[in-house]
């Protein structure tokens, strides 16, 4: 099967182990990007098809391989089948729903992260699944779509006094982590400075808008939980792997990522209490706004009582009303109004009703 499906559920009844991509359909051609160095040598081109990687098997250098686009079913079963890579992996790499995760085999490891990035000019969190493959000699990078996610490290691999260079496929698959995590940061700061507005507003105008804003960012927090808390149970299983394919001083910085990780996922709890807080800040605010509105129309209605009262007396139709007839009977009438008006005021100023 080729086509592509939106939605996991869609392939119910399909046997286990069917390559159908699942996810988004991003309109760009399949790239496949071949990185191939060592301390002295760095090779960089792409490649029509997975046959060309072969050659790479006999080398002394550490090939990263990048797939830019998962629709292309053909190039995931290539690699399955030069690579000896189980069809339940090669599932999850073309499902692009899946949780992140870390899989242990004998001859090559599966690790499943969230690229996590900000669209242009507007508060819109994008996720990409980024699935990678560490083998001995080889290191697989499978991505949604292309993007300059990782333009600073093949900077760094320019450069032939890099770490980088001098080390295995290991340290290589952690700087790809190290890469994407640090994305995290940039977006917890996009979150502390439109959390920051949001408090402003609430406590100086708070409008429908603002809600709207709140909403969003709860419902974002949602996801990037979704996101970002697995990876703390992903990088401890690293730590704790005994794979022939880890070094044990690769391990260490492993163990950097997962302070990352960590540091990111209690600010992500914090926003959590922070935008509960809010969301009552709001509705307080919009009930203080409420009850000042009301006391000002209490106030007018306090006083519009009494002289609706005295107006409605003296609007009555009787012959013989005493005031009906003096000359300065419409004037008192309006120093009693003006009286009256004037003895409220000040008596709701003095009890602080004002």
Not at 40 to 54: A, F, G, P, Q, Y
Not at 117 to 133: C, G, M, P, R, W
Request: proline residues 3%; hydrophobic residues 40%; negative net charge.
């Amino acid at each position: 099967m080729s086509e592509s499906l939106s939605y996991a559920s869609e392939k119910s009844g399909l046997p286990p182990g069917s390559l159908v991509h699942v996810g988004e359909v991003h309109e760009h051609e399949h790239k496949i990007t071949v990185i191939s160095y060592n301390k002295s040598t760095l090779v960089r081109h792409t490649v029509k098809n997975i046959e060309e990687l072969l050659p790479y098997r006999s080398t002394d250098t550490v090939t990263w391989v990048i797939i830019d686009g998962l629709k292309d079913v053909s190039i995931i079963d290539a690699i399955g089948r030069h690579f000896d890579i189980h069809a339940l992996v090669l599932e999850d790499i073309l499902n692009t729903h899946q949780r992140p995760k870390f899989e242990e085999f004998d001859d090559y490891l599966y690790i499943v992260l969230k690229a996590l990035s900000l669209a242009d000019n507007e508060f819109n969190v994008e996720y990409e699944q980024i699935s990678l493959l560490l083998l001995d000699k080889f290191v697989f990078t499978f991505k949604e779509k292309p993007d300059a996610i990782f333009d600073q490290l093949f900077s760094r691999l320019n450069n032939d006094k890099c770490h980088i260079r001098s080390l295995g496929t290991d340290y290589l698959t952690y700087i790809i982590m190290d890469t994407i995590v640090d994305e995290y940061f940039a977006l917890q700061d996009t979150f502390d400075e439109l959390i920051e507005t949001v408090e402003d507003e609430l406590l100086t105008n708070p409008s429908a808008q603002t809600l709207n804003t709140i909403q969003k960012i709860k419902r974002e927090l949602i996801f990037l939980r979704r996101s970002v808390s697995p990876l703390r149970e992903l990088l401890a299983s690293i730590q704790r792997s005994e794979s022939q394919l880890l070094n044990e001083k690769t391990k260490r910085y492993f163990g950097d990522v997962y302070d990352h990780v960590i540091r990111v996922s209690e600010a992500m709890e914090s926003y959590r209490d922070l935008i509960a807080g809010m969301l009552d800040i709001y509705l307080s605010s919009i009930s203080n706004k409420m009850n000042e509105t009301m006391k000002i129309l209490t106030v007018f209605a306090s006083i519009f009582i009494p002289l609706t009262f005295i107006a409605g007396v003296y609007g009555m139709n009787f012959e013989y009303m005493p005031e009906l007839k003096w000359r300065w009977g419409y004037p008192a009438l309006w120093a009693i109004f003006i009286g009256v008006t004037v003895f409220l005021l000040r008596f709701f100023k003095k009890k602080n009703w004002l």
